[in-house]
């Protein structure tokens, strides 16, 4: 469709949506997206529909673009289009009734599907897949575990009656589909959605030329993606790069103490600090740290900069490089997703350039790097260098500098200093080793949760965090209304929320205060800020205690 005409049509969508709504008296109503491939019609369309009380928004006219395999284009106008409507109310992509484009619809944030493709697919003698598409003709196995594809072959399904044949081939079509919708339902709640989706575009080449287009909508999606999930992080090729975890990573690295001199060591068996203190001390048979154990090591010559020659071990950053993370701070190297995640030892291109950036980004603001020759070699890293005797070095493992900066990491650059002052004690798991709580003399601050790496804060730490940080950071606001609620460590719900600090994710850790900004209590959000904002209805705040 020509621009001139998606305009004009796009006038009538909206002339229409008004119209409806003053008539709908008691009924429920849905409007359409309209705006053709021009994602700056779809997004303005979605705007000012979104606005209108409507139950429903269905994304309209994209069947003539799946029919064509242009599943690239359907992602720019998805995105367009649900970046403007409102989160709290159901989108529907309307048409889209093939398996293989479900799970790449639900991640682009569309909730609702229909479809008589079940049936026209049937009746053509072709079984969808979630790879894909068979014809009946081709078949000499049936290549799905259904109850239809169990009990009957190729064969005989050929030999029948057309009429029979097209309801036991719809059968199958329905089975995979709506397993494939369960399937979709178990990655949101596994937090892996995203995986699946990279597997689905790998079925056919436009697919996956829609999953490379979905990188240019990563700082939305990353809105959307919960803080920390129950399943590890699974690279699957090159794609993995633009997942949100990882922009993420790229952010909240930069709210971290910035040190002078950096030692960059290559990647170990994680958690990285661990096998690094077993390394030092040769797998615990020396005392002593022996950092040759470590490898080779340079210094890399930047001319460019007056390094400033300076031995204070207290201003060294040590970092591991890894695939897809990049850089790796070694404090914060058990947070969520930094230990809880796996790719393949043999690297591709793209990462190695990836992690490359990501390295030559993140020494620019140290006086002093100290890289090891694996990291050089691995990542063909064209820097000038000079040979460096890595025994002038001294390395420190200091628990209440890594507790800081795992706090810094989660709530922002300071936090930890605010939250961790006093008498400091710590306490670790006999078992494992690893940190567990955090005391000022005998009041608890925070407990470390072992599954992710993060703080879960106690009473006084929710008070230390509310002291520092600035409103609205981390807050999630309620009426008056909820505040008794709230301070009985009942749950908040969204519609008592009058304002919320617009960078809250959800399963993040986060206070709970009056419009006087009194701390009430605090809790794990469900929702992220826009979520909590714009519905009206559920749960907002899992309240962990009471507040005062
Ligand atoms: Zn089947």
Do not use: W
Request: glycine fraction near 4%.
């Amino acid at each position: 469709m020509k621009r001139e005409r998606a305009e004009k049509e796009l006038e009538i969508t909206l002339e229409r949506a008004e119209e409806a709504l003053s008539a709908r008296k008691n009924l429920m109503l849905n409007s359409v997206v309209q705006g053709s491939t021009f994602p700056d019609l779809r997004g303005k369309c979605a705007e000012i529909i979104g606005k209108m009380d409507f139950e429903v928004y269905p994304i309209g006219a994209v069947v003539p673009l799946l029919e064509n395999y242009k599943y690239k284009d359907v992602v720019d106008i998805v995105m367009a289009s649900v970046a403007n409507l409102p989160p709290s109310r159901p989108r529907h992509l309307m048409g889209a009734g093939h398996p293989m484009v479900f799970a790449l619809a639900v991640a682009m944030g569309c909730d609702l599907f229909d479809s008589a493709a079940y049936i026209l697919y049937a009746q053509d003698d072709r079984l969808m897949m979630p790879t894909g598409t068979y014809k009946l003709k081709d078949l000499s196995e049936m290549p799905c575990s259904c109850e239809i594809c169990n009990n009957y072959t190729p064969d005989d399904l050929k030999g029948m009656k057309k009429e029979q044949r097209i309801k036991l081939l719809a059968q199958h079509n329905l089975n995979i589909s709506f397993a494939e919708i369960r399937k979709i339902k178990q990655a949101i709640i596994d937090g892996n959605l995203l995986e699946l989706v990279e597997q689905r575009c790998r079925a056919h080449p436009y697919l996956l030329d829609a999953l490379r287009n979905l990188k240019n909508y990563t700082e939305l999606l990353e809105e959307y993606d919960p803080e920390y999930k129950n399943s590890a992080f699974f690279y699957s090729g090159p794609e993995s790069l633009n997942r949100p975890e990882i922009f993420r990573h790229q952010k909240r690295i930069k709210r971290l103490p910035q040190k002078e001199r950096v030692l960059l060591l290559p990647s170990f068996k994680k958690p990285y600090s661990k096998t690094i203190k077993n390394i030092l001390t040769n797998f615990g048979r020396e005392k002593e740290h022996n950092l040759e154990n470590l490898g080779n090591f340079y210094k890399i010559n930047d001319e460019t900069e007056n390094r400033n020659e300076n031995d204070s071990n207290d201003s060294l950053q040590i970092a591991v490089v890894d695939v897809p993370f990049g850089i790796i701070p070694l404090e914060i190297d058990e947070v969520y997703p930094l230990a809880q995640n796996e790719a393949p030892s043999s690297m591709d291109e793209d990462s190695k350039k990836f992690v490359r950036d990501a390295i030559q980004e993140y020494i620019e603001n140290f006086k002093e790097v100290i890289i090891s020759e694996d990291i050089i070699k691995k990542f063909d890293l064209s820097v000038d260098l000079e040979n460096f005797d890595i025994n002038n070095l001294k390395l420190n493992f200091d628990d209440k500098e890594k507790i800081k900066y795992i706090a810094d990491y989660q709530f922002g650059g300071g936090a930890g200093k605010a939250l961790f002052y006093g008498d400091i004690h710590i306490v670790k798991s006999r078992k494992t080793g690893k940190i567990r709580h955090v005391y000022d003399k005998n009041e608890l601050i925070a407990t470390l949760r072992a599954s992710d790496g993060i703080f879960v804060l106690s009473l006084c730490g929710a008070k230390r965090l509310h002291d520092h940080l600035e409103y609205p950071k981390n807050r999630v606001v309620v009426n008056s209304d909820a505040e008794p609620f709230a301070r009985e460590g009942k749950s908040i719900f969204a519609k008592f929320v009058i304002d919320i600090d617009i960078n809250i994710r959800a399963n993040e850790e986060v206070l709970i205060v009056n419009e006087n900004d009194d701390l009430l209590a605090f809790g794990k959000s469900i929702l992220n800020s826009r979520e909590i904002k714009d519905f009206k209805i559920g749960q907002a705040v899992k309240t962990r205690k009471g507040g005062k």
